[in-house]
C-alpha cells in the first residue's frame, strides 16, 4: 500500500453566503458545491463563484453528464443545471446517514459515512445492486480512471483513500495535512481531485498521485 502527503495545488474560500461545503461536483467546466440551501458553480481556475441554484444540498453532489445529483437528507434528488429545477426523486440508501456522491458507469455510488461503506444503487429506483466495506469514515466518493477513492474524516485527520471495488482493500492513502478536513470528493477525470473543506467553507484541489491499480465499476 501507498501512502502520501496530499499536495493542495489551489484553495479557495470560504465564498459569500456560504459557510460550509457539503458535497462537490464537476461538469467538465465549474464544480459545483453543495452548501446547506445551495448549490453554487465556482470557476476551478479562478475560484469565482458563477452562479447559484436554491436547491436543498446537506451532503454529496454527482454529475452524470448531463444531470446534477444531490443528497438532501434522507433523498437524492436529480436536478436541471440549466433551469434548477429537480427533475425526480428517490430515497438515499441510508435514509439520512448518507455522505459521499458519485456517478459511474451509469449508476450512483453513495457513502454511507458513520457505518463505513460505499452502496453502488440504481439512479431510477434507489436501489441498492451492491456494497463495499470501508474500516474509516466516508466523507466523499470518486471514481477516476477506473478507480474508486473515498474521502474519510475522523477527528483532525482526513484523507483520500484508493480502494480496490470489490474487496475494500486500501491500496493509497494520501493524507491531508493536520487539521484539514475533507467532506466531499470529486475528480476531474485526470490529474485533480476537488476537495470540499466542511464548515471551513473551503475547496481545495489536490494533486491525484499516479496510479496503483485500474478496476472497472460495473455492476455484478
Known sequence: MSRATAEIIKEYGPFEGSSRVNGVSYDGRNVWLATGDKLNAVDPD????LRSIDVASHAGTAFDGRHLYQIAESRIQKIDPETGR???TIAAPSAGGDSGLAW???TLWVGEYRAR?????DPETGAILRTIESNRFVT???WVEGQLWHATWEGDESELRQIDPQSGKVLQQVA???GVGVSGLESDGGGRF???GGGSGKLRIVRRPKSRGRAAAKSP
Do not use: D, R, W, Y
Open 86 to 88: 429537480v427533475l425526480a
Open 140 to 142: 466523499g466518493v470518486t
Open 176 to 178: 491531508m495535512p493536520a
Open 194 to 196: 476537488f476537495c470540499g
Open 104 to 106: 459511474a458507469e451509469g
Open 46 to 49: 479562478s475560484g469565482k463563484m
Open 117 to 121: 461503506k460505499i452502496h453502488q444503487i
